[in-house]
């Protein structure tokens, strides 16, 4: 079984590889979106109710991107280290392999963070607590989400140094 996979993810390296850096751009472009495109048109909106509102659904959506964007990173980023049979490579190739994956292991923390703070928001929202909504809403698109998109371009170095271009 072992030697199948190995096989699969040989003969397939080059998809992998493109698929997988389709999902990290897809996520680190979503997230600058997020951030530089959508929060400030979002918080210049009046009504409160509408504001809240519109900023949960963003998030919710977001959330369900981020979260296939994730598994496909993990999924394609594993496929590779099994291709490349890390385990036997020079111990450089350890270290930044292991920092890689312990960037998207923040990045996939991060996301639950904000996941948490999406939902005491939307409890919040049915009580009319907006000070607090807006205090949840500020958290994620001032601080979790330009924190993964930091980790995001780190990782994408830590990728092309592995790949060697």
């Known amino acids: 079984m072992k030697e199948c996979v190995v096989a699969f993810c040989k003969n397939y390296h080059t998809y992998i590889l493109i698929v997988h850096a389709l999902f990290s751009t897809l996520y680190i472009g979503g997230l600058f979106v997020m951030r530089y495109l959508i929060k400030p048109i979002l918080f210049k909106i009046k009504i409160p109710r509408v504001k809240y509102g519109s900023g949960l659904e963003l998030i919710k959506a977001f959330l369900i991107f981020s979260v296939v964007c994730l598994v496909g990173v993990i999924v394609t980023g594993s496929m590779m ?10 111990p450089s190739m350890h270290i930044a392999v292991h920092v890689t994956e312990a960037l998207w292991i923040f990045i996939t923390a991060n996301t639950g963070y904000m996941y948490v703070k999406y939902k005491e928001a ?17 958290l994620v698109f001032s601080y ?6 930091v980790m995001g371009i ?4 830590f990728g092309m140094m592995l790949k060697g271009y």
Not at 82 to 90: K, L
Not at 125 to 134: A, D, F, R, S, T
Not at 144 to 149: G, K, L, V, W, Y
């Open 81 to 90: 280290n099994i291709e490349a049979e890390f385990n036997t490579g020079h």
């Open 154 to 157: 780190i990782s994408i170095y």
């Open 144 to 149: 979790a989400i330009p924190f993964n998109f």
């Open 122 to 138: 939307k409890n919040k929202l049915q009580n009319n607590e907006y000070v607090e909504i807006h205090e949840n809403l500020e």
